[in-house]
């Protein structure tokens, strides 16, 4: 297997986060060393069964980890990162209102999801329509809004491609099958192998390799803080600062 990034591998190591999964929390942290926060504590959350990994996840405060089925801590947090976790939510807006509870006034949560431009070759070949994929890979204004609606504030969003690429239609049907988030149903749980060939191999480019295309979306709201003045000892809002300064 071979991502964008250019590392590639044969498998994906048994203990080891799945490459999307990894794609994520690197793509979150990328985008968050310039937050600072005067509440230590940070939540990630991710989806169930998904392996996270710790060198991607504890910098930066006292982190609490867990899965979307896992009991939730009491807050509040200065920060909370959700890797794909609302994914698997049946009713979206109650999940990220439940989660805003949880943060501190001036806390942000950081997102990683799906865009609806993922795997557009196979939902082609699978012949998916579109309104089938609307919960499981939101668009960025959809998730934008979601935030919205759960009293986060100023929520900003963006997108990246990630491909991975294949020499083995074994190798890919295990890494799509192991996503560690739960398809829209009847899409591809009772595939036969044979059928996984057919459908993998008819993705095969001129190189004789398979690419699998993903929109990996990302982004951050604020809990804002109630309109009081706060003393000095209550502390600041989580804000971003420039690199300069660091101390």
Known sequence: ????????????????AHPVVSAWLAGVQDRSELLRSPNPRRWVLGLPGAVMSSDSTTRGGQLVSCSA?????????????????????????????GLRSRLADGGVVTVASLGPSTLPGLRAALGWPAEMVGAWMPDMHDLGDALVRAGLADPVLESERL??????????????????????????????????????????????RIRLSLELVYGHAWRAEPRL???????????????????
């Open 69 to 97: 089925n896992d009991p939730w801590p009491e807050g509040p947090f200065g920060r909370i990162d959700v890797i794909g976790a609302h994914l698997s939510a049946t009713d979206p807006d109650t999940w990220w209102a």
């Open 1 to 16: 297997m071979r991502s964008d990034t250019g590392q590639s591998s044969e498998s994906t190591p048994e203990g080891s």
């Open 229 to 247: 003045k706060k003393s000095l000892a209550q502390g600041a809002p989580m804000q971003f600062v420039p690199r300069n300064r660091f101390s």
């Open 163 to 208: 491909v991975l690429t294949y020499q083995d239609w074994r190798v890919a049907s295990n890494d799509i099958q192991t996503f560690p988030w739960r398809p829209p149903a009847g899409s591809w749980s009772e595939m036969p192998s044979a059928s996984w060939q057919d459908l993998l191999e008819s993705q095969v480019g001129s190189d004789g």
